[in-house]
């Protein structure tokens, strides 16, 4: 695991009760999971386990109930349109809506990194832990593109300064690119593009050159785009989308998790096996980086997100013409 994050990102926690990972593996419910655990019939790294809230990396730990080891669980890769309203996390002891609740899949997954609940935008859910912490460690500064919906056209002063750089939490931060993208009947679309991890980094940028937010979208982290999904919306990432960035994230094929660990028997009793479960279906048909979902995803009231990836920082100020720079 890579010991050093972007400021304000934490790596992702993949310690997990021996119990919950029983249960999410098949082997048996929560409860009679930990019943397993207290008839000593579950061994941790080759040591009788028999108190509950012990907890491992079921990523690396040798696991094994009854003396028969767990297979490795398989590996999810989605990513979700998170509307706004919802909070970037597992669980909230508010009783606040969570991102939780718009994914459905058997294995347990985390969210990377964090869209604040007033955002909304691409987020990526994964239980790759290697995978998800080399998304927020700034060596791999992988680019994160967002839109930005203003009522009025900023000045060609503040444009400039944002270009040039803010200073926040004692560092400049530079953006990759920042420009006007189009005007429509609701405002004025500006596109700006970090890779800093900072927290809030975008908001804080345009509150530093008073530039107003009517609504901030994350439209692409890396070499995954958003498309025309809709708020809501959630899938698996295509093979070519997954190949895509763990070659952004410099993960060769000895770093990349199996897409087909089989499911392990469940238990009930000793020495009783139960038929696996189905795997779940294949990930949809790629069509490039853009998602197959409906439409209505694009900022500001019609028309298309911007296009391209451009790492320029993008035309003069004022010009209002979107930057064809690569």
Request: hydrophobic share 30%; net charge positive; aromatic share 2%.
């Amino acid at each position: 695991m890579i010991a050093a994050l972007r400021r304000g990102e934490r790596p992702i926690d993949t310690q997990e009760r021996l119990q919950r990972v029983l249960a999410a593996r098949g082997i048996a419910s929560r409860r009679k999971a930990e019943d397993l655990i207290r008839e000593g019939r579950v061994q941790v790294n080759g040591e009788t386990v028999t108190q509950l809230g012990v907890k491992v990396d079921p990523r690396s730990a040798d696991i094994r109930v009854d003396g028969k080891r767990l297979r490795g669980q398989k590996m999810r890769y989605l990513m979700l349109f998170k509307p706004t309203g919802y909070i970037t996390t597992t669980s909230d002891e508010k009783g606040r809506d969570t991102v939780m609740e718009l994914v459905k899949t058997p294995e347990r997954v985390y969210p990377v990194g964090r869209l604040d609940r007033d955002t909304e935008g691409l987020l990526l859910l994964t239980n790759d832990g290697e995978l998800a912490n080399r998304v927020m460690h700034p060596r791999y500064r992988l680019e994160k593109e967002y839109t930005i919906l203003t009522p009025q056209r900023p000045s060609d002063a503040a444009i400039q300064r944002v270009r040039d750089g803010v200073v926040l939490d004692g560092k400049r931060v530079v953006p990759d690119e920042f420009r006007i993208f189009r005007e429509t009947r609701d405002g004025v679309v500006l596109t700006i593009t970090v890779h800093e991890g900072l927290n809030r980094v975008v908001r804080r940028l345009m509150e530093a050159v008073d530039i107003p937010i009517t609504r901030l979208r994350r439209v692409r982290v890396g070499p995954i785009d958003i498309g025309s999904m809709a708020p809501g919306m959630s899938r698996e990432l295509t093979p070519g989308e997954l190949g895509s960035l763990q070659q952004a994230l410099k993960l060769g094929p000895e770093d990349a998790a199996s897409l087909d660990s089989p499911a392990p028997p469940r238990i009930g009793a000793p020495r009783r096996a139960v038929e696996k479960p189905h795997a779940p279906g294949g990930a949809p048909r790629r069509g490039g980086v853009r998602s197959s979902g409906p439409g209505g995803a694009s900022p500001g009231g019609g028309g298309s997100r911007p296009p391209g990836r451009s790492t320029g920082r993008g035309p003069k100020p004022g010009s209002g013409r979107p930057s064809r720079e690569r």
